[in-house]
């Protein structure tokens, strides 16, 4: 009974972890899927064939050789720093509690960082879409990938814990592990993104 019960409990977890926050997106991928990636700003990622290039410049090219990296897949731009970067009046490359990284982002966007003034603290999905099944560290390979300086560790997103309010969704960039974390007390990089169109 105990082994059938326990047996029956990994299958949920495996099952929740894949329906709710999603698998890779490079393990799922499929020819015109568009999934909808519930956060802040409810933001939509589609996506439809694989590019031949994941992540360019804003014009298309590659490699990437400016402040921002375009991710052709999910059609979002993020900073090509992924060590919570910008000015020194917002704090950059410190780790931050999840209310001080909402200010942090709300800072970039009133001195209108990189040119742009609607960045926002990415979602549970927009992070985990940076994160492939094929690679061991996903912080290595992303900084393999024109990125520079993304954290081999926990980034926070926007998105709240629906069963503890007290807490939010943060994404691991090695394996790419999804876990919740006390707002007030933990402390994380916080990556900004916006749309690219």
């Known amino acids: 009974m105990v082994k059938h019960a326990s047996m029956f409990l990994m ?3 495996v099952l929740v972890a894949n329906v709710t926050y999603g698998g890779s997106p490079d393990g799922a991928l499929s020819d015109h899927v568009a999934y909808y990636a519930k956060g802040q700003h ?48 917002c704090g950059p490359a410190e780790v931050k509690t999840w209310q001080a990284a909402l ?18 603290l990415s979602d549970v999905k927009e992070l985990k879409s940076l994160v492939s099944d094929d690679q061991r560290n996903a912080a290595a390979w992303l900084n393999a990938q024109g990125f520079n300086d993304v954290q081999a560790n926990y980034y ?42």
Request: with cysteine; hydrophobic share 35%; proline share 7%.
């Open 11 to 13: 299958a949920a977890m």
């Open 42 to 89: 409810d933001s939509v990622m589609q996506r439809s064939e694989k590019p031949a290039l994941r992540f360019v410049n804003p014009d298309g090219t590659a490699p990437v050789s400016g402040n921002v990296v375009v991710d052709q897949l999910t059609g979002l731009m993020w900073t090509k720093d992924g060590n919570s970067p910008g000015p020194a009046a």
């Open 156 to 197: 926070w997103s926007s998105t709240p814990d629906d069963a503890n309010q007290q807490k939010a969704m943060c994404v691991g960039m090695v394996a790419g592990g999804v876990y919740s974390g006390p707002k007030e007390f933990n402390t994380h990089f916080a990556w900004p993104v916006r749309s690219a169109q």
């Open 103 to 120: 200010e942090y982002v709300s800072c970039l966007n009133k001195v209108s960082y990189l040119g742009y003034s609607d960045w926002r």
